[in-house]
């Protein structure tokens, strides 16, 4: 089964500085894979997502994702973080031939003023 | 309009009490999901239908009873709840269950603390 690991539980910058969030997936096949944010008693916004082709993906918010498949990672970054950005972060894995979707434990950002 | 809606948004519930969670879409979407999500947690998977057929049921104890009564709305019916079902439940809907390449739409979520 696929399945999704975000090293970082909880991650502090400062407004304006840049952010990179780390996903690591773990599926035998080429893998779909998201980008969602969640606000505090919200539910999930999808920011972007993976299928095929090229792997830098832009997405909404400013955000963006590399997908290396030879580090099996799919990393969300954003060149300049706004306080509004404070929120939990998934990153999630889907089969190609389904929508079961295995999300991974989270980041929660912080941003200091 | 890409909007799931939810209700109720919050909902406080007995061990022996039944109620239902409601979820709707209208943008055509033929699957829907229930998730559920505790505290500091993933959501987790309940339930996908696929054009108003239960697809997956991820082992989830009976006292959560899904019916999709059309291609529009999902319930969640609970009854005989414990304390350690209080979470967020969330519904979701995508064009269709199998294509991958589908984005999932989530709802707000509703709040359910059971006493």
């Known amino acids: 089964a696929q399945s999704v690991t975000q090293p970082d539980i909880h991650i502090t910058v400062s407004e304006g500085a840049s952010l990179e969030l780390r996903c690591n997936y773990s599926?035998?096949?080429?893998?779909?894979l998201f980008w969602y944010v969640q606000s505090p008693g919200q539910g999930l916004q999808l920011l972007l997502k993976?299928?095929?082709?090229?792997?830098l993906v832009q997405g909404i918010k400013g955000f963006e994702a590399e997908f290396k498949r030879s580090q099996s990672s799919f990393n969300l970054r954003k060149p300049s973080v706004h306080w509004s950005d404070a929120a939990e972060y998934f990153c999630?894995?889907?089969?190609?031939?389904?929508?079961?979707?295995?999300f991974g434990a989270g980041t929660r950002l912080t941003v200091k003023p | 309009d890409t909007e799931v809606t939810q209700t109720p948004k919050h909902l406080v519930m007995g061990m022996t009490n039944k109620k239902s969670l409601k979820c709707e879409q209208h943008?055509?979407?033929?699957?829907m999901y229930w998730y559920k999500q505790k505290a500091k947690k993933p959501p987790e998977l309940m339930f996908v239908?696929?054009?108003?057929?239960?697809?997956i049921n991820e082992s989830v104890p009976s006292r959560f009873s899904p019916e999709c009564p059309n291609s529009s709305l999902l319930n969640l019916h609970l009854h005989a709840l414990q304390p350690e079902d209080s979470a967020l439940y969330l519904c979701?809907?995508?064009?269709?269950?199998?294509?991958?390449?589908?984005?999932?739409?989530f709802g707000p979520g509703t709040r359910l603390t059971v006493l």
């Open positions: 999630a894995v889907a089969k190609y031939n389904n929508n079961d979707m295995r």
């Open positions: 993976y299928f095929s082709g090229d792997t």
């Open positions: 599926y035998g096949a080429t893998p779909y």
């Open positions: 979701a809907s995508s064009l269709r269950e199998g294509g991958g390449t589908d984005t999932q739409y």
């Open positions: 239908y696929s054009y108003e057929k239960l697809s």
């Open positions: 943008m055509g979407h033929r699957a």
